[in-house]
């Protein structure tokens, strides 16, 4: 009797993870050519093989990696980086915080490594399919989602870096447009829903160009500075927009 209910266990929790496969290709397919990118970019950058896909590995974030690696090509300090970088995560905060509170049925030994996986894109889906949390496994449907995009995302960097060394530096200076790609395609959907967005990044520009060139800091700092100023900013148009 035990061992036809372990099997049974284990046919629910194998469709789970076949099921979150399933739901995790498109982003697969979108991750593997921006991956690649990356991976030539840094390569290209002056970034070890082993140092690009460690990035990857514990990192995981694409934007964040992008800019990373532009602000090391130019010169940018360890912390500059580093402080951009986290600024620029800090929606994560948030997203895991509403996946945790939307899959209450998960157990808190799930949410935290799950929460950690999370991206822009696995979050979405996951949300397309938050069903699934009211299911029993319904941690092996959204480990398998968010395992599917992490390996894609790793091995896609691995093999870019590999590249980097093979394509024409012509070719992969063309390839830098996938950074401002990728932030336009964040900042897209926010200007769709309020248009006070694209104005709160219109300041940055111009607070980003000011410190730069009037102010002369070192564009690391200059990232920084503009990034934290146009937040500020942002926050103080939303809360008077909203009458707080």
């Not at 099921?19 to 290709?25: C, E, I, K, N, Y």
């Not at 690649?36 to 934007?63: D, F, H, K, P, R």
Request: with cysteine.
């Amino acid at each position: 009797m035990d061992s036809v209910i372990s099997n049974k266990q284990t046919t629910e929790k194998m469709k789970m993870m076949r099921s979150g496969l399933a739901a995790g290709v498109p982003i697969t397919l979108g991750y593997f050519p921006i991956a690649i990118t990356y991976g030539v970019l840094a390569s290209q950058s002056g970034i070890s093989l082993l140092e690009l896909t460690a990035m990857s590995i514990l990192v995981y974030a694409g934007a964040a990696q992008f800019m990373g690696t532009n602000m090391f090509a130019i010169g940018a300090g360890g912390i500059e980086i580093v402080f951009a970088t986290f600024v620029l995560n800090f929606r994560h905060f948030v997203m895991s915080l509403s996946f945790a509170n939307r899959t209450k049925g998960i157990t808190n030994s799930w949410k935290l490594p799950l929460s950690l996986g999370l991206t822009d894109e696995s979050f979405s889906v996951a949300s397309l399919h938050i069903e699934k949390a009211k299911q029993e496994y319904s941690s092996y449907f959204y480990g398998a989602l968010i395992i599917a995009a992490y390996a894609s995302w790793i091995i896609g960097s691995f093999i870019g870096g590999v590249l980097g060394d093979v394509i024409p530096s012509s070719l992969s200076q063309s390839m830098g447009i996938a950074l401002y790609a990728m932030f336009i395609a964040l900042l897209i959907p926010s200007v769709k829903n309020e248009v006070k967005y694209g104005f709160i990044a219109l300041i940055a520009m111009i607070c980003n160009y000011v410190f730069t060139y009037y102010l002369a800091l070192a564009e690391g700092w200059a990232i920084v500075c503009s990034t934290l100023l146009a937040s500020f900013i942002g926050m103080m148009i939303m809360r008077r927009s909203e009458g707080k």
